[in-house]
């Protein structure tokens, strides 16, 4: 459904249409990292998603996680970030529905990555989320954010929920 998506996009004219297109750039790129990250999920593998956690932490509301308690919660089995990517006692879910991204990927017949912008005054598009859907399921965690720099995604808030 994307690249309809993009064709109405690019095919009607408006003064935003700049800010549009670099969104659709960059939803693109986040599609492919959605790619990347799912199978790194179903593979278990903590490492890969630590190497995208930036090395001044995540931002949470008005404060800051620092990567080492990030770090310990992706890789501790009880934890509920771990239990939200991987599965474990950390997360609970709604009776039938998965408490973990890996057991939705395991499960579903259909996933799909639904692209979405938020406001952030630091970016004039926004910050990139995604969230992997599928059909009369409940989503476990949180969206997942990026912010790109020096040519890499880094995630940022979004791992934990959080208010701002």
Same mark, same amino acid.
Do not use: N
């Given at each position: 459904?994307?690249?309809?998506?993009?064709?109405?996009?690019?095919?009607?004219?408006?003064?935003?249409?700049?800010?549009?297109?670099?969104?659709?750039?960059?939803?693109?790129?986040?599609?492919?990292?959605?790619?990347?990250?799912?199978?790194?999920?179903?593979?278990?593998?903590?490492?890969?998603?630590?190497?995208?956690?930036?090395?001044?932490?995540?931002?949470?509301?008005?404060?800051?996680?620092?990567?080492?308690?990030?770090?310990?919660?992706?890789?501790?089995?009880?934890?509920?970030?771990?239990?939200?990517?991987?599965?474990?006692?950390?997360?609970?879910?709604?009776?039938?529905?998965?408490?973990?991204?890996?057991?939705?990927? @395991?499960?579903?017949?259909?996933?799909?990555?639904?692209?979405?912008?938020?406001?952030?005054?630091?970016?004039?598009v926004g910050i990139?989320?995604?969230?992997?859907?599928?059909?009369?399921?409940?989503?476990?965690?949180?969206?997942?954010?990026?912010?790109?720099? @020096?040519?890499?995604?880094?995630?940022?808030?979004?791992?934990?929920?959080?208010?701002?």
């Amino acid at each position: 459904m994307l690249p309809l998506v993009l064709a109405l996009t690019l095919a009607a004219p408006r003064p935003e249409a700049g800010l549009e297109q670099r969104r659709a750039d960059i939803a693109k790129e986040i599609l492919q990292l959605a790619g990347r990250l799912q199978r790194e999920i179903e593979a278990g593998d903590v490492a890969a998603l630590l190497a995208r956690v930036p090395p001044g932490g995540l931002r949470c509301g008005g404060s800051i996680v620092p990567r080492t308690r990030v770090e310990r919660d992706l890789r501790a089995e009880g934890s509920w970030l771990h239990g939200v990517f991987f599965g474990g006692p950390g997360a609970t879910a709604p009776k039938g529905q998965p408490s973990s991204l890996k057991a939705l990927f @395991a499960t579903a017949k259909e996933i799909a990555v639904l692209v979405a912008f938020r406001e952030d005054p630091r970016s004039e598009v926004g910050i990139p989320c995604f969230d992997y859907h599928a059909r009369d399921t409940i989503t476990p965690g949180a969206p997942l954010c990026f912010e790109k720099h @020096a040519g890499r995604w880094w995630f940022t808030q979004s791992l934990y929920p959080c208010s701002p």
